[in-house]
């Protein structure tokens, strides 16, 4: 099983941007379908954004599109989440999960290893 580290979140004014990366140990990465997901104070947890195995294929939820891009480095064993426009309602803990199946990146669920999490917090 792959083991998961998120960094980057932080406090930041609406519309500026973050980069969060999510760094792999175990298997390559690249062998693997990732999301990143997002749960606010009081809420479900949520999906943000997927990112294919062995693919650069995205999908992303409707209320980050345009905003937000997900991405990987090979090389680094990291996937990242370009954060743009930021608003208040982006205020969440961001957590990446890994799927080893080939599943579409419409499919958001089926992820079996978590990280612990990374806040992110857009003052207005």
């Known amino acids: 099983q792959v083991h998961l580290v998120e960094s980057g979140g932080g406090l930041v004014q609406a519309g500026g941007s973050l980069r969060l990366s999510c760094v792999a140990s175990?298997?390559?990465?690249?062998?693997?379908?990732v999301g990143w997901f997002r749960q606010a104070p009081g809420k479900e947890r949520e999906f943000v954004a997927i990112?294919?195995?062995?693919?650069?294929?995205?999908n992303y939820a409707d209320s980050v599109k345009g905003r937000f891009t997900i991405s990987r480095d090979n090389a680094e064993n990291t996937v990242y989440l370009h954060m743009n426009n930021l608003k208040p309602e982006d205020t969440a803990v961001y957590f990446c999960?890994?799927?080893?199946?080939?599943?579409?990146?419409?499919?958001?669920?089926?992820?079996?290893?978590w990280g612990q999490g990374t806040q992110v917090t857009i003052s207005s």
């Open positions: 990112i294919g195995r062995d693919s650069n294929i995205a």
């Open positions: 999960a890994a799927d080893p199946s080939y599943r579409s990146v419409l499919i958001t669920g089926g992820f079996d290893s």
């Open positions: 175990g298997p390559p990465f690249r062998h693997y379908r």
